[in-house]
T-cell receptor, first 109, second 115 residues
Framework: GQNIDQPTEMTATEGAIVQINCTYQTSGFNGLFWYQQHAGEAPTFLSYNVLDGLEEKGRFSSFLSRSKGYSYLLLKELQMKDSASYLCAVRDSNYQLIWGAGTKLIIKP | TAGITQAPTSQILAAGRSMTLRCTQDMRHNAMYWYRQDLGLGLRLIHYSNTAGTTGKGEVPDGYSVSRANTDDFPLTLASAVPSQTSVYFC??????????????FGPGTRLTVL
């Protein structure tokens, strides 16, 4: 079966750095996506990785290791507005997105 | 640009009744998708359409039907609602469906409660 694992919830402090991990087992791999979803709102696209390594986009970076079936999202200089759920999704061999349940990130002052 | 709109925003529906959730995009995207999101679970694909005139079944299609008469609209119909269809429904679209870089963009969602 196909499986995406993420921690259910994480807590971090404003101004700090947090790393959200995602491990996956899917039938084929055609890219990995991270989305942000604020409570009661739609998911919004954050980042995309298809090759191994780190992709940096401002305060957010995403890392991929295809051999380990592993990715992480790194958020720096945390702000209160970063409180949200972060969804990991993998595009499988049929080009469908398989979604993790999401990690709820709580930022404390 | 509006992007993707969904209607209604929320709805309470009696079991056994039918309902159509509407989804319209103005980005001229070829591919469209319907997901449901339930607490503790990842987004699950109900149905998809790679281009106008074609549709396909996702992971959880039972009890739902879709049509894609044109590029912009992708309605989702529940023929006879059951309480297990209580969920938040998201419509999404992407420029194409066969590229690894295709990014899906989501509508604001419809919160449906079936009693």
């Amino acid at each position: 079966g196909q499986n995406i694992d993420q921690p259910t919830e994480m807590t971090a402090t404003e101004g700090a750095i947090v790393q959200i991990n995602c491990t996956y087992q899917t039938s084929g791999f055609n890219g990995l996506f991270w989305y942000q979803q604020h409570a009661g709102e739609a998911p919004t696209f954050l980042s995309y990785n298809v090759l191994d390594g780190l992709e940096e986009k401002g305060r957010f970076s995403s890392f991929l290791s295809r051999s380990k079936g592993y990715s992480y999202l790194l958020l720096k200089e945390l702000q209160m507005k970063d409180s949200a759920s972060y969804l990991c999704a993998v595009r499988d061999s049929n080009y469908q997105l398989i979604w993790g349940a999401g990690t709820k990130l709580i930022i404390k002052p | 640009t509006a992007g993707i709109t969904q209607a209604p925003t929320s709805q309470i529906l009696a079991a056994g009744r039918s309902m159509t959730l509407r989804c319209t995009q103005d980005m001229r995207h070829n591919a469209m998708y319907w997901y449901r999101q339930d607490l503790g679970l990842g987004l699950r694909l109900i149905h998809y359409s790679n281009t106008a005139g074609t549709t396909g079944k996702g992971e959880v299609p039972d009890g739902y039907s879709v049509s894609r008469a044109n590029t912009d609209d992708f309605p989702l119909t529940l023929a006879s609602a059951v309480p297990s269809q209580t969920s938040v429904y998201f419509c999404a679209s992407s420029e194409t469906s066969g590229e690894s870089t295709d990014t899906q963009y989501f509508g604001p969602g419809t919160r449906l409660t079936v009693l």
